[in-house]
């Protein structure tokens, strides 16, 4: 059974600490992507990668960073977490190539920032 | 701006009726596809249609296209209580390899 696991389901952190959110997959896909999902906005895109240490802006990548050493790990990083910050963050993967294949979601941690 | 919009934004429907649910989107695509999300969870990928479709069926589902309106619409047959979800078109008009979300259906079956 494929799966996307995300390191925790519910976390809460205080305003100015660095905060970690890891995303694996055992899928051996090479696209990962990380979402912020907040009420009446949709999705929307963060950061994803393409490939070991690859990574491109998405839409809303202030105050994010990124890291991919390997392959099946995808890491979302806030470096000072501020209120606004306060969201669900979905990781999803999908295989490369062209035909914007299936993407394969984790199931969401949702980040409180006090 | 978002590339998908879902219209309704909300819906109630009885368990045994039809429930439509479409999706409006700005430029040209390649594919879109349409997820659905149980409350608090992740998104679940349900059907893939691409843009030289015009229909497609997959169980329950049906999904057409109209690449001249820029719209899509995902029908739910004879809907369960279990089909309560939200609902998210997703489109992948810049880059083959990133997807664009609209915010959404939230559909409600009652029993």
């Known amino acids: 059974d494929v799966k996307v696991t995300q390191s925790s389901r519910y976390l809460v952190k205080r305003t100015g600490e660095k905060v970690f959110l890891e995303c694996v997959q055992d899928m051996d896909h090479e696209n990962m992507f990380w979402y912020r999902q907040d009420p009446g906005l949709g999705l929307r895109l963060i950061y994803f990668?393409?490939?070991?240490?690859?990574?491109e802006k998405g839409d809303i990548p202030e105050g994010y960073s990124v890291s991919r050493e390997k392959k099946e790990r995808f890491s979302l990083i806030l470096e000072s977490a501020s209120t606004n910050q306060t969201s669900m963050y979905l990781c999803?993967?999908?295989?490369?190539?062209?035909?914007?294949?299936?993407?394969?979601f984790g199931p969401g941690t949702r980040l409180t920032v006090l | 701006s978002q590339q998908g919009e879902e219209d309704p934004q909300a819906l109630s429907i009885q368990e045994g009726e039809n429930a439509t649910m479409n999706c409006s989107y700005k430029?040209?695509?390649?594919?879109l596809q349409w997820y659905r999300q149980n409350s608090g969870r992740g998104l679940v990928h349900l059907i893939l249609?691409?843009?030289?479709?015009r229909e497609k069926h997959s169980g329950r589902l049906r999904v057409t296209l109209d690449t001249s309106k820029k719209s899509s619409s995902l029908l739910i047959t004879a809907s369960r209580a279990a089909d309560t979800a939200s609902y998210f078109c997703?489109?992948?008009?810049?880059?083959?390899?990133?997807?664009?979300f609209g915010s959404g259906t939230k559909l409600n079956v009652k029993p």
């Open positions: 430029t040209s695509i390649n594919n």
């Open positions: 990668s393409y490939d070991v240490k690859m990574k």
């Open positions: 997703a489109t992948d008009a810049y880059n083959f390899n990133k997807f664009y």
């Open positions: 249609i691409r843009s030289n479709e």
């Open positions: 999803a993967s999908t295989q490369a190539g062209q035909g914007s294949n299936e993407q394969f």
